[in-house]
């Protein structure tokens, strides 16, 4: 378990004890003014971004939170100067016999149209600035959604085997969603903020003998904004450093409502243990989340209250002079809303800008997401272009590979050469390295040494999208769609349109079309009960089967199958290996399979074992050896023999 971070304390903690949010801690105070200079440059970076962000969502976005700004910072001081004026109006005409055409055609009457008028646009624009709000926070919401969609297609696949990686992608789908247009309305917030503080102060000077409260009440704020700024960057680095905690909370909390698992969690009684994980890993989380918000509470609670009893002795003050006669009763209103408004700007202006702090703060999770450097791409300015519908040759020389992070090789100097039109067998225990060959082939991965030729050419000189559509491959996860069971085999060439006989043909192939034929709506029905309330559940076989389907569609030159048959029974095997033998005709196929009685129809068979290739040939070259092959398959004819 790791140490538990500190949560007081200075910026001179020691470095194991840190959480890193990407700026080096000074340890030394003439180092200060650096970090400092740090904070305010990534701050104002990070806000540049957020208003980036919104202005590609809209431009009329940013123009309307500007105006709704200007409008909420002049519109309360407005009012409070009417409010003054009416009841000072109404003081001074206290007791006189006045009559109702007279008092119509007063000073007093004009400003309540004035007053009434005022309320009546303030609150018609309340509304209209909600709602107007809220279409654009759905819209820039929409907008963000896109830009991490379109980024995680490019994404290398290495990158999802880092739990560093994850955590990023984690904090820039949470918070990236409603923290720009959040943040940026704090922002411009702070416009408003100010120009009422302002405003305000204005009027106190004006007042005789009250310009000093002004400068008392944003004094006594000040240990609040210095509060309230340290605790969100406590906060925002807790959250950091606890991403593992959050992670954990989410993940076994999904696994309780994922409907595919509900059964096995059932049957083996595992509900309670992942309760219990959650509970652990929230305790861990929340036993210093709870430090950090009693600490920050308690000293607001000290603040509020000297902030009240000064408020207290100011309003008393006036009272006293409206008593005396000194001002009016307008007055007394207006400039205790002053003091009030004051302090509750200030306030406003400390929780604000820890807001739009705290924002920009998360928002550079989406920042780092969105600057992840692609790798898996070309090498040269032109890349190259595959010839499609011709017979290629593959090479791999000296081939090595581990996967990122880790110390020990998957594979280890790998050299194969496919022909045009060969089918070939990867055959080892799990483990052996199959898979990761297949992606290296597909190039979902680079080799960590060696090189693999594509036609002459260097794998990673070629177009990555165009040498994609080379391949149509079927992994062992293989992808279960929420959509019709057409969509899910068009689905495997999804740049050619839609035809309905080649479809069919695809689905005949795999031995699908018996069961979809047989569904209400056919090829258009929905699978998975996720969406539709008749969608179809399929059996692992039929998955298995559709997904084959999918492999058949592709107008692929090389075709792989990573256990294809791993749900079907031995029937249903026989039959879509009689169709490889008529689909892969012109064809490269390279296919795993743990049955070995598939590999007999290879033309070559490569034994991988611990990473290397340690047997290559063809069947009858291989069991007239009496090598690793031979046992394998020996081992394996020897059991279908006892269980008959």
Excluded at 425 to 450: F, S
Aim: charged fraction near 20%; hydrophobic fraction near 40%.
């Amino acid at each position: 378990m790791r140490p538990e971070p500190k949560v007081g304390g200075g910026p001179f903690r020691p470095k194991q004890d840190r959480p890193n949010d990407g700026i080096p801690r000074p340890e030394r105070l003439s180092q200060v003014p650096q970090y400092l200079g740090q904070v305010i440059g990534g701050f104002f970076k990070r806000l540049l971004y957020i208003t980036q962000l919104v202005w590609e969502t809209g431009p009329w976005i940013l123009f309307f939170l500007i105006f709704v700004s200007l409008f909420n910072g002049f519109m309360p001081v407005f009012g409070s100067l009417i409010s003054s004026r009416v009841l000072n109006e109404l003081q001074a005409g206290f007791g006189q016999s006045v009559d109702r055409a007279l008092f119509l055609a007063s000073p007093i009457f004009a400003m309540l149209i004035v007053l009434f008028s005022y309320r009546i646009i303030n609150a018609v624009l309340d509304r209209v600035k909600s709602a107007t709000t809220r279409i654009a926070g759905e819209r820039v919401v929409r907008h963000i959604r896109l830009k991490i969609m379109h980024k995680a297609r490019k994404i290398d696949l290495a990158a999802y085997d880092s739990p560093a990686f994850y955590e990023k992608l984690e904090n820039a789908n949470r918070e990236a969603g409603h923290r720009p247009i959040q943040t940026l309305s704090a922002t411009l917030g702070l416009v408003s903020t100010m120009i009422g503080l302002i405003s305000y102060i204005v009027i106190l000077f004006r007042a005789p003998g009250m310009w000093w409260s002004a400068l008392v009440i944003i004094a006594v704020s000040v240990p609040s904004a210095i509060i309230t700024f340290t605790y969100r960057h406590k906060n925002v680095r807790y959250m950091r450093w606890r991403s593992k905690e959050r992670r954990q909370m989410d993940y076994y909390s999904g696994l309780m409502v994922n409907k595919d698992m509900v059964k096995e969690l059932r049957l083996y009684d595992l509900s309670d243990t992942f309760i219990d994980r959650y509970d652990d890993a929230f305790e861990r989380y929340y036993k210093g989340m709870r430090r950090l918000i009693i600490g920050e509470g308690a000293w607001h609670v000290g603040i509020a209250l000297l902030s009240s009893v000064v408020n207290c002795v100011f309003f008393a003050m006036i009272a006293y002079r409206v008593f005396t006669g000194e001002i009016m009763i307008g007055d007394y209103s207006l400039l205790t809303g002053a003091l009030t408004s004051i302090a509750g700007n200030v306030s406003t202006l400390i929780s604000s800008s820890s807001t739009v702090y705290e924002g920009t703060l998360f928002i550079d999770n989406l920042m780092t997401f969105m600057d992840y450097e692609q790798t898996i791409a070309p090498r040269i300015a032109t890349p190259l272009k595959v010839r499609h519908g011709e017979p290629h040759t593959i090479v791999f020389e000296h081939v090595s590979f581990r996967y990122p992070g880790t110390e020990r090789d998957v594979l280890k100097d790998i050299n194969m050469t496919l022909v045009p039109g060969e089918s070939l067998v990867l055959v080892g225990l799990n483990g052996a390295g199959k898979t990761t060959l297949l992606k290296l082939l597909t190039r979902l991965y680079d080799p960590t040494e060696g090189r693999i030729l594509l036609d002459g050419q260097d794998l990673r000189d070629y177009d990555v999208q165009d040498l994609y559509r080379m391949f149509g491959i079927i992994f062992q996860d293989f992808g279960k769609y929420a959509e019709s069971a057409g969509e899910n085999i068009h689905f495997g060439n999804i740049h050619k349109m839609a035809q309905t006989q080649e479809l069919h043909e695809a689905a005949e192939a795999s031995g699908a079309a018996e069961f979809i034929e047989a569904f209400p709506q056919g090829y258009a029905t929905p699978l998975m009960r996720i969406f539709e309330q008749d969608g179809i559940e399929l059996s692992g076989g039929q998955w298995q089967k559709l997904a084959i389907s999918r492999a058949f569609y592709s107008d692929c030159d090389v075709l792989i199958l990573d256990e294809p048959t791993a749900a079907l029974d031995a029937l249903a095997e026989q039959e879509i290996y009689n169709q490889f033998d008529r689909l892969r005709r012109g064809k490269t196929t390279i296919f795993v399979s743990h049955r070995l009685s598939s590999a007999t129809m290879a033309s070559k068979i490569v034994v991988l074992e611990y990473g290397r290739i340690i047997e290559e040939g063809n069947h009858r070259a291989l069991m007239d050896r009496q090598g690793r092959y031979y046992e394998l398959f020996s081992t394996q004819a020897k059991r279908y023999r006892e269980d008959i």
